[in-house]
């Protein structure tokens, strides 16, 4: 019987299977196949694993961006409001200011045109006086020459003025 088992081996390829087998368990068993399989599904088990930190990771920033990014309207709208109100102290600041200036400019020149006013009024004075000094002179002149006594008389009378004056050394 273990020949005729043989004959049918060798007739049916069997052996050739066989032989086919062993070989291929020997190279996975020298390969270690399974402690490959074994290797690489850990491998792919700790990079699903460290996808799913990063994931959540990346959820847990998302969620903080979102929360910033919600209240962003908001500031941006606070920080235009507080611009406009310094725009405003600041243009409140100037005009008023301004109208300090003016004001200044304003008493300033209704000084300076006082102060003018009383110059020339002055200059006008002096000018006028000098006008009358100098026709009360020529008058005086002029009455001298045609009246010959008189002008004796004021002679007479400047010496008494002098000789009534005491002079203390």
Do not use: P
Request: hydrophobic share 40%; no cysteine.
């Amino acid at each position: 019987m273990f020949e005729t088992f043989l004959d049918y081996i060798a007739r049916t390829n069997l052996f050739n299977f066989i032989i086919f087998a062993g070989i291929f368990l020997l190279i996975f068993w020298k390969i270690d196949l399974i402690g490959g399989l074994e290797r690489g599904r850990q491998n792919i088990s700790e990079e699903i694993e460290a996808s799913e930190e990063a994931k959540e990771e990346s959820q847990t920033n998302l969620t903080a961006i979102e929360e910033k990014v919600s209240n962003l309207e908001n500031e941006i709208e606070e920080i235009i409001k507080k611009s406009e109100d310094n725009a405003n102290l600041v243009g409140q600041k100037i005009i008023a200011d301004a109208n300090k200036t003016a004001d200044n400019i304003k008493s300033g020149t209704a000084k300076l045109i006082e102060n003018k006013s009383l110059l020339l009024k002055n200059d006008i004075m002096k000018r006028a006086s000098l006008a009358a000094v100098e026709t009360a002179r020529e008058h005086i002149i002029n009455e001298l020459n045609n009246n010959y006594d008189l002008h004796n008389r004021l002679i007479d009378e400047s010496v008494e003025a002098l000789n009534g004056v005491k002079v203390e050394i």
